[in-house]
T-cell receptor
Framework: NAGVTQTPKFQVLKTGQSMTLQCAQD?????MYWYRQDPGMGLRLIYY???????DKGEVPNGYNVSRLNKREFSLRLESAAPSQTSVYFC???????????FGPGTRLTVL | QKEVEQNSGPLSVPEGAIASLNCTYS??????FFWYRQYSGKSPELIMF????GDKEDGRFTAQLNKASQYVSLLIRDSQPSDSATYLC?????????FGSGTQLTVLP
């Protein structure tokens, strides 16, 4: 089992370019999440999907869109990248019960 | 605004000592609490969770929860250099986790 996978691992964009970060899980979890992690600021929730077909905004949704393609896949799109979006992006999943989350390996994004 | 506060450190302890990591949270509706370990350049890895007042032990790790004081702690016994990492505390409410900014722990050989 791969658990939670993310592509790409690294990406460099120029200001104004767009891109989609992909996340897939084989844990059969209903809930999926996108976070960004910046130095000294911990993990901040961008968007989440409690179940297939639903998405909700988190703490820092501006400049991002998401798609819950099916139960396995949850993508994050930057329509017009800005230097402030330079960060490490983590996807996470959660099943039922106490709601512990399991993280993917992350995508390191630099916007020039 | 839900907040989880951690001392950012760095915290240094000698090998074999007990490392004590602390966390406070603001949302009294929080139901469960989690400790994650994050090595530099890697993703957060769940160490353990706790949802009842008191202590919960798992190997060298003990999580402590005091809901009245809104306080969570993690004790690492017999600390090893391989425990050197950033430790993230998180609280759970409505299927979402709120994370602290993490405490950097260094275990000195």
């Amino acid at each position: 089992n791969a658990g939670v996978t993310q592509t790409p691992k690294f990406q460099v964009l120029k200001t104004g370019q767009s891109m989609t970060l992909q996340c897939a899980q084989d844990m059969n979890h209903n809930s999926m999440y996108w976070y960004r992690q910046d130095p000294g600021m911990g993990l901040r929730l961008i968007y989440y999907s409690a179940s297939e077909g639903t998405t909700d905004k988190g703490e820092v949704p501006n400049g991002y869109n998401v798609s819950r393609l099916n139960k396995r896949e949850f993508s994050l799109r930057l329509e017009s990248a800005a230097p402030s979006q330079t960060s490490v992006y983590f996807c996470a999943t959660s099943g039922t019960g106490v709601h512990e989350q399991f993280f993917g390996p992350g995508t390191r994004l630099t916007v020039l | 605004q839900k907040e989880v506060e951690q001392n950012s450190g760095p915290l240094s302890v000698p090998e074999g000592a007990i490392a004590s990591l602390n966390c406070t949270y603001s949302d009294r509706g929080s139901q469960s609490f989690f400790w994650y370990r994050q090595y530099s350049g890697k993703s957060p890895e769940l160490i353990m969770f706790i949802y009842s007042n008191g202590d919960k032990e798992d190997g060298r790790f003990t999580a402590q929860l005091n809901k009245a004081s809104q306080y969570v702690s993690l004790l690492i016994r017999d600390s090893q250099p391989s425990d050197s990492a950033t430790y993230l505390c998180a609280s759970s409410s409505a299927r979402q986790l709120t994370f602290g900014s993490g405490t950097q722990l260094t275990v000195l050989p």
